[in-house]
Structure formats: C-alpha cells, structure tokens
C-alpha cells in the first residue's frame, strides 16, 4: 500500500501519511501489480493527466465527499489503460480533454462510487470509456460535450446502479 497526502514528507516508498507522496503519479508509478494507492482527503491540483497504466487501484481514504482531483479546466483528470485499474472514492472535477475531460478508460478499467462532476470534452464530457470498462455506484452529473456523451460516452463496457443527470451532450 502507497499513500498520496498534500501534507506527506514525500520519502519513497509512501508507506504511510507522514512520508506520503505528494504527487499522485509519483506514487502511482511506484506502485506494483496489485497494490492500492490512497489518496488523503484535500483537493489535489492535477497538473499533467494521471496514466493509470497497471493493475493498481487509485482509491480515497474517506469517499468522494472528502478527495477531489481538479484538472483546473485545463486537462483530462486521469486515463485508465489497463483493464484490471480501478478508480474507486474520488470527486473528479473540472477536468478538459478530448476523449473525456474527467476519465478516459481506453484500456477499459472500473471506475467506482465517485463523483464525476463538471468536466467538458468533444467526446465523452465526463467519461469516455472503451472496451470492458465498468462504471458502478458513480453520481455523474453538470458535464458537458459538443459531439457525444455529455456524462458518459461509452462503446463497450457496463454502467450499473449510476445517477447520472444534468449533463448536456449533441450527437
């Protein structure tokens, strides 16, 4: 187990919240098969999109009420590219992409009990999923897209028990 904190010394190998990472990446790149990396409550900036490339699980210590990740309006929040990823407890706000502007799971991947709020992209304003992505217990709700999938844009996958409203999408 690796852990994220805006208040962490950040020493590898992030083993509790006092030596935290104070860069989510940093943390996620550290990560090995199968582990999880907390996140501690706090908005965290994002500055370049997050690549959640492995089987790792990139999950807050006390729900979406308590951990943001804001992608400042100016990109896409994180990219899932490994079907066995998994994004679990987050508020992922304000994000801006291409192929959504909060999550992008080209590689499928789950993505459970968050918030995507806010986001806007061409395709898929808040998520833009391929393949067997599955998205579950998730409020998706006020994003935005000019082509497709105001909330979600999805091609394959699954979306179960998700409220998903006031989002505005064309086709």
């Not at 807050?60 to 100016?74: C, I, N, Q, V, Y």
């Not at 896409?76 to 304000?94: D, F, K, T, Y």
């Not at 992505?133 to 394959?156: E, L, V």
């Amino acid at each position: 187990e690796l852990y994220v904190s805006r208040n962490g010394r950040h020493v590898p190998p992030f083993a509790d919240l006092a030596t935290a990472a104070t860069n989510i990446q940093a943390a996620l790149d550290l990560a090995m098969d199968g582990s999880t990396v907390w996140l501690d409550d706090g908005v965290f900036p994002i500055p370049e999109t997050l690549l959640l490339c492995r089987p790792v699980v990139l999950k807050s210590l006390h729900g979406k009420e308590s951990t943001t990740l804001d992608g400042m309006g100016e990109r896409s929040i994180i990219q899932l590219w490994n079907p066995q990823a998994r994004l679990e407890g987050v508020r992922i706000a304000h994000g801006s992409g291409i192929w959504g502007g909060g999550i992008s799971a080209l590689g499928g991947g789950q993505i459970a009990n968050s918030s995507i709020v806010s986001n806007t992209a061409p395709q898929g304003g808040g998520i833009y999923a391929l393949g067997t992505t599955c998205i579950t217990n998730c409020d998706i709700a006020f994003n935005a897209s000019d082509h497709g999938g105001g909330g979600i844009q999805i091609q394959g996958g699954e979306i179960a028990n998700c409220q998903i409203a006031h989002n505005v999408g064309n086709s």
